[in-house]
Nanobody, 115 residues
């Protein structure tokens, strides 16, 4: 079994910054990737940023230059530093961990950007 625990998020004004953290534990010897997705109301979850065991990192184009994903392989954690936040970044953010071809999700954390 794999556990995925998120922390961080909250509310901020436009132009502000927030950080999200995610920790994976359990049967993760074959952990392949860790990443962040977000879900807008009425929409499906979509990739924000992802990093693989080979350090291949992917960002959705709307966050490039503003968000940074970092992974600590020793601690099996991944963080998402979000700068210059915009109102359109408001969403529920989910951490996803891929282990041995299976996906495991965190419970989700709300990020609200509003003036």
């Amino acid at each position: 079994q794999v556990q995925v625990v998120e922390s961080g998020g909250g509310s901020v004004q436009p132009g502000g910054s927030l950080g999200l953290s995610c920790a994976a534990s359990g049967n993760i010897a074959r952990l392949y990737s860790m990443g962040w997705y977000r879900q807008f109301p009425g929409k499906q979850r979509a990739l924000v940023a992802d990093t693989t065991v080979s350090d291949v990192t992917t960002y959705v184009h709307t966050v490039k230059g503003r968000f940074t994903i970092s992974r600590d392989k020793a601690k099996n954690t991944v963080t998402l530093q979000m700068n210059d936040l915009k109102t359109e970044d408001t969403a529920v953010y989910f951490c996803k961990v891929e282990v041995d071809g299976l996906e495991y999700w965190g419970q989700g954390t709300q990020v609200t950007v509003s003036s």
